[in-house]
């Protein structure tokens, strides 16, 4: 008799041949990569990704001001002195605050900072546009005098008249270039504005889509498509790819219930193919854990990997395909084997 361990959910129920079902998903990887940088989780099932945070080493072992009243070789009025200084983040709106070099600035503070040095930066232009529209006043008197004079006495001073106008035509110059200088600071200025107030900056990325298309029976991977669309690929460019890979047989596809798989094209495509679609339940994926665990053993792969394109990118893929395939696979009915091992020995059957 089964103690009470023994329960349904231990079960896992593959399928009995290849070919019979399979198991996709959708993975999100950078567009460009670093040697032995982390690939954050990402989920597109709802139309837009939401990307993992990855805490940094900061962030793996918080601290916080107080923490220095814990420092028991310290005396109070040490540990409250260096509290104190930890703490004079709260008073940045006094005048004449140093900063401390050692806490990293918070974000309402890097806002803050932001909008004092734009703030100089407005008073310095007015400063500027009053300046120049003082001296375009005096031109402009220089000018209205000068052709006030006679034939005579503007050829007396024609010399002059041309240094004039050859000096206001550089500074018309100069004033043009400050004019286009201004726009694109505003345009940096609001961009980053706008990340600040999103909590973005410092953070954007662009993304890869690549589906992933596992054997439910053999844990072979069929194949790797990605799109350099990444967030924005269309759930017609997924089926489209995924039709090609399918199975002459295939009579299950298991995948979850994201916008790119519950769709009209794919409804379409199973009716053609004469497979059923099988979307998980949400919040399950346990249930398309094959393809789960695959995303994970990928980004740990591609983890050691440095790419910078596209194409970079899909050669990685295309070199992982058989590395992946011809390994021991321990959760084969038959451990020990490679997913191409199993799958040729299956048929044997």
């Known amino acids: 008799m089964g103690g009470k361990n023994e329960t349904e959910e231990n079960i896992v129920r593959t399928a009995d041949l290849p070919g019979q079902a399979l198991n996709v998903d959708l993975c999100f990887v950078p567009l460009e990569h670093l ?66 070099p050692e806490i990293e600035p918070t974000n309402w503070r890097k806002t803050w900072e932001v909008r004092a040095e734009r703030h100089q930066v407005l008073q310095k232009r007015r400063q500027e546009d009053a300046d ?57 200025w609001h961009q980053c504005a706008s990340m600040l107030r999103t909590g973005q900056a410092g953070n954007t990325r662009f993304w890869i889509a690549v589906l992933v298309v596992i054997d439910n029976c053999t844990r072979q991977c069929l194949g790797l498509p990605l799109f350099s669309a990444g967030a924005k690929v269309t759930a017609q460019e997924v089926v489209t790819a995924l039709s090609i890979l399918l199975p002459n047989d295939l009579a299950f596809l298991i995948s979850d219930q994201g916008t790119h798989f519950r769709c009209k094209a794919l409804a379409q495509l199973a009716l053609d193919a004469d497979f059923i679609q099988i979307p998980i339940y949400r919040h399950r994926p346990q249930s398309n854990g094959f393809a789960e665990r695959f995303v994970l053993t990928i980004k740990n792969w591609l983890k050691t990997q440095v790419w910078n394109s596209p194409d970079e990118l899909g050669s990685l893929l295309q070199e992982f395909l058989p590395i992946y395939n011809d390994r021991p696979h321990q959760g084969l009915p038959i451990p020990g084997l490679s997913p191409d091992e199993f799958a040729n020995r299956i048929w044997l059957y």
Not at 50 to 79: C, F, N, Q, R
């Open 35 to 100: 040697d032995q940088e982390k690939l954050p989780a990402v989920s597109g099932s709802s139309g837009h990704l939401v990307i993992e945070h990855i805490a940094s080493g900061e962030e793996e072992k918080p601290t916080w001001p107080g923490k220095i009243l814990m420092e028991t070789e310290l005396d109070y009025l040490e540990a409250m002195e260096q509290y104190a200084q930890l703490t004079r983040e709260r008073l940045v709106r006094q005048k004449n605050m140093p900063l401390i």
């Open 132 to 188: 120049w529209r003082t001296e375009r006043k005096t031109h402009h008197q220089v000018t209205v005098a000068y052709r006030a004079l006679s034939h005579r006495k503007r050829k007396e001073q024609a010399d002059a008249w041309d240094s004039q106008k050859s000096y206001w035509a550089k500074k018309e110059a100069g004033r043009q270039e400050v004019l286009r200088n201004r726009s694109q600071e505003n345009q940096d």
